[in-house]
Nanobody
Framework: QVQLVESGGGMVQAGHSLRLSCAVS????????MAWFRQSPGKEREFVAG????????DYLDSVEGRSTISRDNARNTVLLQMNSLKPEDSGVYYC?????????????????WGQGTRVSVSS
């Protein structure tokens, strides 16, 4: 059974940084594409950042590109999302997701495993 556990969310002021962490257990971590999604009140869940199984291809939501970095440690079965210069519109519940695909995908339907989420609140 594959389990994903997120941590690192919290309440911060605009301009500050947060680092989200996702620990994956079970399954074969180094074969998964990994991604972070977020859901804000009244909005659909959206792709924020992802990387392929090797970790050499990344993709970012336009609004976070340049401010965020996703990385993975295949030895520790961990995925990190470093977010800098946070804005109030970055607020939401952030979910870590894992999927089986050779190519990195943005669509949630490609991700079979999900964490419970960690909340990020950014005040202005």
């Amino acid at each position: 059974q594959v389990q994903l556990v997120e941590s690192g969310g919290g309440m911060v002021q605009a301009g500050h940084s947060l680092r989200l962490s996702c620990a994956v257990s079970g399954g074969t971590f180094n074969t998964y594409i990994m991604a972070w999604f977020r859901q804000s009140p009244g909005k659909e869940r959206e792709f924020v950042a992802g990387l392929n199984w090797k970790g050499d291809t990344t993709d970012y939501l336009d609004s976070v590109e340049g401010r965020s970095t996703i990385s993975r440690d295949n030895a520790r079965n961990t995925v990190l999302l470093q977010m800098n210069s946070l804005k109030p519109e970055d607020s939401g519940v952030y979910y870590c997701a894992a999927g089986h695909s050779y190519f990195l995908k943005r669509e949630a339907r490609h991700y079979a495993f999900w964490g419970q989420g960690t909340r990020v609140s950014v005040s202005s």
